[in-house]
Structure formats: structure tokens, C-alpha cells
DNA sequence: GGTTGCTAATATTTCGAAATTCGGAGCAAT
DNA sequence: ATTGCTCCGAATTTCGAAATATTAGCAACC
């Protein structure tokens, strides 16, 4: 019988996991002071569970944790940006030669499957919502992440995590949305597509004008808003 | 003036400073089991700092965290030591090229400052000893780190300062230690000298050659010592 | 006017005890 | 022998309050 024992929880993992997610989802704005008094009023929590999930965030620079005057939301900034996405560029394309040189049937249909879940959701939360869908975020990091995990790798897992935490703040803060859904339909369509036909050169072209496109956007949109100095 | 407020500090982040050094020397082996009431007699301190400390070494994969059992020693194995090098010579090249062509007088300064502290120190403790001297391992990782800083990028840091602290553990723990001082000197001194000369292909050469014959010892010891199994 | 020094208010850090959970020992039933 | 239970000791997690540190407001001073 297989191992199968699941993690089971703490209250510091459940808060680290809701923190994380508004820090991504900008429900908790860039830059903003994190008092241990609001958070606890929050997410109805004791001093420690905080703590511990605040300094999990602070190694991932997603917050910054100052030592005696508490916490703060990462700020974002265009530099900060173009680091992101250049070393995003570099770590993925990079992974993905290696994700389909050595995935397995297994790893195809997990590939398939995330991109059929993702394909079947729409991006918006509503009709003319600003939002994007919390679900659809999900799916997208998913189908993502699946492409590139043919070849386990640790350390290259940890810093795609980390990359991508950064990069989605860009696109979920932003107002109006930088990103044209339809595009990025056809995008993961033909990445996927690249994908399971084991086309490594094409699946890498793909993913790097993907990467670059969705870039352009941002950037466009980071300059009108005056997000250039820190 | 200029604002020069230096970080205060708290016991978390002393306790964390001292926590992560003990995993990297190996004071705390490989894949032991950390209990709170063990580490709070080793430390003197209280459950809350330990725990923030452990948290944030968890992040970084020192460490692991598994929710209601509490902590242990990463493991060390052949197959993540190769994936620790191989992303070390890509980041570390990539970025030692960065860091030569936007690098300032400044920056030259702190290059040969390093590299001249590195040079007169020895590598170990005393005459016979076993153990690499604290304050030579401190040296080797500035001077490494000066190198690569001549570009700030505040997330290729990152990653560059997690897998220095992974790739480190490697040296600390393998009895008798398996890399020549001379050899080493010697890469340093030509490294250095390529680096002020600004001469990007040679430094990366260099560099790429002197990652390469390191790790190739300690492969070989690994395997000697049957690391190879999980 | 702006700097300095005090005090009050606010926020963070740390502690140890209470509550919870884990993991093994012992025992019974299959 | 293996499985399934319960109980017990040991370890982890969580809380709130006490101890410290920072910040803001205000007054006194150059």
C-alpha cells in the first residue's frame, strides 16, 4: 500500500496559505504596513500562527519583515518588475526543454488535463468585473507549473514558485486588466499543443513569446501608472 | 546626513542567524530531528523565536517543516547535490557576466578587498584539523558573492544566496574534506585577476572550470560515502 | 524655524502554560 | 503473525499577557 500520509494542518499553515494569497491577489495593497493587531483582527488568529507565517512570506520577499517595527507588504516597482520577468524568461524556458525531454505518459496527461480545466474557465470573476477569477489563477498556475515539472527539480521548483508569486501581483493589481483573454486562449492552446507533441523548439518559442507578450503589457500599463520609481 | 538606521535585532533573527549556521557546518547533522525543547536548551531561548527561525529556514528548504511533527535537518543525497551544482554554474556564470559589464569602481574596490581577506586566511582551523575555519568559509562566500554583486538583482541574490547555503553543506560535512587548498588559492587569485581585468569570457571560463573540479570531488566523495540513496 | 528631549501611546517581541496532537506500547481479536 | 484498538507519555501548537522597543506629540531650547 502506498505512503500516502497527507500533511495534515496547522493554524500558522492556513494563515501563511490566506496571507499569501492576499498578498498575491493585491487584497492587501503593496506596500501597506502589516500591524499584528489588524492581522489578527482579520483572520481571527493569536500573535504566534501570524508570526510564523509573516516570517515564511518575509524569506520569499513577498513581505518584508523589518526587526521591532513589524511588517510590511512588498512594494512594486517597474525594476523590480524587469528583474521578475527576465529571470522568469531564462528559468522557464529552460525548464521546459528539460520537462519534455524527460516527461512520462503520466506527466502528458496531467499536462492535458490542466490545460482542459483551465480552458473550460473564464477569467473574469463576472460580467464587466475588473477581477480576475480566483479560480482561473489557480488553473493557470497549475496548467503552468504542470508543462514544466517533466523533470522534478527541487531548486528549480522553489524559484519557479517564487517567480511566479512576484509575477502575478503585476497582473492582478493592475486596473484595467492587462491581459486580453482571448490571446491568451489561443496561447496555452498552442502550448499545450507543442507540448504533448514533444516539440521542444517549438513548445520553448511559445512559451517565450508568451512570456514576452503578457510582459509588454504589464510594462505598458506599470508606465502609465507611474510605477517607475520606487 | 545620510539615514543610516542599522536593524536593530531580535532574538528570532539571532537565534535564526545561529540556527542556519549550524545546519550549514553541520553542527546539526543532516536529517536529524529538531525538537523545540532540544533547540530552546541548545539556544536558550523561548519556543517563539525558535519556531520563527525554523520557519523561515524552511522556506529556503534547510530545513524541513512537516505541520503537527515538527522539524528536521534537511537530508543531503547525490541527487540533490547535482541539481544544487548544475543551477549554480548557470546562475552563477549568467550573473558573474552581468556583474562584469555593469560593475563599478566601487564595486572593483570591494573585488579585490575580498579576495585579498580571503587570501590571508587559511582553510582550516588548525595544524591537523578536520574542520574548515568559520572565518575562511565567511571570506569565500563574500569574495564569490563581490564577484557576482557588480549588477544588483535583488532576486538572482536570492537564489543565489539559497543555493550557496545548500551547496556549502556539502563542503562542511564530508570528512576529510575533500578540496585542496592550493588548488583553491590559486582559482581565487586567477579569478580575481580576470574579474578586475574585466574580461568577461576568461572570468566565466574560470569560474565555470573552478565550480566543475569542486564539485567533481565532492562527487566522488559522496559516492565513497554512499550518499546515494535517499 | 528647526532641533532636542521628554512622556504618553502604540506596536512588536518574548515568555511559559494550556490545549491539542502524535506515536508507540500493550493487549485483544482475527 | 497481522490488524485494530485504547491509553499514555511526549512533543507540538496556540494563546494572551508581560516585557521591550518604537513612534508621535508636545514643550523647551538654541
New binding site residues.
Partial sequence: MPDD?EE???????VHARLREDVISGALPPGS??????L?GRY?????????ALYRLSTTLLVE???????RVAALNLAHFEQVVSARERLETLMLEDSIRAGDATWSLRVAESHRALDTLTMYEGQGSDMLNPAWRLAHHQFHYETLSGSRHFIQDLFHAILWDHSSRYRNILRPPPLDETVLKSDHAKLAEAVLARDVEMAVLILRRHIRHGSASIRKALKKENFENP
Fill in positions: 500520509r495534515p494542518s496547522t493554524l500558522a499553515s492556513r504596513k502589516l500591524t499584528l493587531e489588524g489578527r481571527k488568529v493569536g500573535m504566534t500562527p501570524l508570526r510564523e519583515a523589518h526587526d521591532q517595527r513589524g511588517f
